[in-house]
């Protein structure tokens, strides 16, 4: 049988205590450990103190050059502001450009196939159309003339006669005044 003994002799403890190191060495190693633990906080500490310094000094920099570009900047809103500004009127006139011409080729139409017996008083835009006032001899003649411009093989009208009356001319004659309603094409439309 194998007998182990736990408690150890008086003569191995002494002879075991004293073996690795002198006397005294243990409280001076941990005193050294925490005089080096000591040193390197207090440069740690040194070190985070000149970094916020030069953020600091950074970050000053960075508003003085904020506060300098600050007219810079208004300068350009005012600048981006003027050129949406500008674009609208660029717009404006281009609609009105397209629109202009729109308007002639609607007047070359209409007066393109008018008979000799049919004469306008009166043409102006309207909205999504032309209106059209004038005078003829005849019903027959104004209703002619709707027909050729409804017939009209190049033009992509809608031709409403919106009303007819007749009349007596100064001289005694009579005549008939009519009103049309005529369809605008849409921009960028076969002319």
Request: hydrophobic residues 50%; without cysteine; negative net charge.
């Amino acid at each position: 049988m194998i007998r182990i003994n736990l408690l150890a002799s008086q003569d191995d403890r002494i002879a075991h205590g004293n073996a690795g190191w002198p006397a005294g060495s243990a409280v001076v190693g941990g005193t050294a450990a925490m005089a080096a633990v000591l040193v390197l906080t207090v440069w740690w500490i040194w070190a985070l103190e000149a970094e916020r310094a030069e953020v600091a000094t950074a970050m000053a920099g960075a508003g003085a050059t904020l506060r300098s570009l600050a007219p810079a900047v208004d300068q350009v809103r005012a600048a981006e502001a003027l050129q949406a500004d500008l674009q609208g009127l660029v717009d404006l006139i281009e609609d009105l450009h397209v629109r202009r011409k729109t308007a002639a080729r609607m007047l070359d139409r209409l007066s393109g196939v008018l008979p000799d017996d049919l004469w306008f008083s009166e043409v102006r835009e309207d909205g999504a159309g032309v209106l059209v006032l004038g005078h003829a001899a005849t019903l027959e003649g104004v209703s002619g003339y709707v027909a050729a411009l409804e017939a009209a093989d190049a033009l992509d009208l809608l031709v409403e006669l919106v009303d007819s009356q007749r009349g007596e001319w100064f001289d005694g004659r009579d005549i008939v005044s009519f009103e049309l309603r005529v369809s605008l094409p849409a921009p960028g439309a076969r002319p």
